[in-house]
């Protein structure tokens, strides 16, 4: 199976901040990698799929790069509502791996 | 708009077997191109898709769980199910139901989770 693996697993930083999470698998993926965010207590929600492609209604601070293995998530600009883990998900092939997650909080 | 919906059990004996169904609103399970599946939440092992059903009773599953995993359909219901035996407590998470999103015409089973349900804490425990 392909492993995902996300760095860091946790970051703190500034509000106003850009803040960038990695992902990495460990096969040629092309770019079916999703990113999605999640709030304490509530479900994931998919914010880019196709590596870099943003769900309609997703803020466009946030932005996806990458192809291959090596994929980004950015957030341009850190607000307090990004608070919250976000995963990458790789879904070329079953199974659908998850990354481990990186949680995002505010310095 | 859409809504999905968890409904089981919260405790589950161990060895026995976790019955979950997902109760799709506001849209039709058969009317749509779209994949339906199971993702679970554990402490231990974070996010972890379990299995995808289409309508038709096309379905992929975890090869980690597969033989002990089973996802059906019922369109008159407009659900679709998961049962999983011989749970142990290593079975013990939060379960979520989810939408494939078709976001193109060859995606269908290869595509992300756009709309998921609240989610349903199972624990596996005597």
């Known amino acids: 199976d392909i492993q995902m693996t996300q760095s860091p697993s946790s970051l703190s930083a500034s509000i106003g901040d850009r803040v960038s999470i990695t992902c990495r698998a460990s096969q040629d993926i092309t770019n079916y990698l999703a990113w999605y965010q999640q709030k304490p207590g509530r479900s994931p929600q998919l914010l880019i799929y196709?590596?870099?492609t943003l769900l309609s209604g997703v803020p466009p601070r946030f932005s996806g790069r990458g192809s291959g293995t090596d994929f980004t998530l950015t957030i341009s600009s850190l607000q307090p509502e990004d608070v919250a883990t976000y995963y990458c998900q790789k879904y070329n092939s079953a199974p659908h791996t998850f990354g481990g997650g990186t949680k995002v909080e505010i310095k | 708009q859409l809504q999905l919906h968890e409904a089981g059990p919260g405790l589950v004996k161990p060895s026995e077997t976790l019955a979950l169904t997902c109760i799709v609103s506001g849209g039709s399970i058969a009317n749509s191109s779209h994949y339906w599946g199971w993702v679970r939440q554990s402490p231990g092992k974070g996010l972890e898709w379990v299995a995808s059903?289409?309508?038709?009773?096309?379905?992929y599953y975890n090869p980690s769980l597969k033989s002990r995993v089973a996802i059906s359909v019922d369109t008159a219901k407009n659900s679709f199910s998961l049962r999983l035996t011989s749970v142990t407590a290593s079975d013990t998470a939060l379960y979520f139901c989810?939408?494939?999103?078709?976001?193109?015409?060859?995606?269908?089973?290869?595509?992300?989770?756009?709309?998921w349900g609240q989610g349903l804490t199972v624990i596996v425990s005597s």
């Open positions: 989810a939408r494939h999103f078709t976001y193109d015409f060859w995606s269908a089973f290869y595509s992300p989770f756009d709309i």
């Open positions: 059903i289409y309508y038709t009773g096309s379905i």
């Open positions: 196709a590596a870099s």
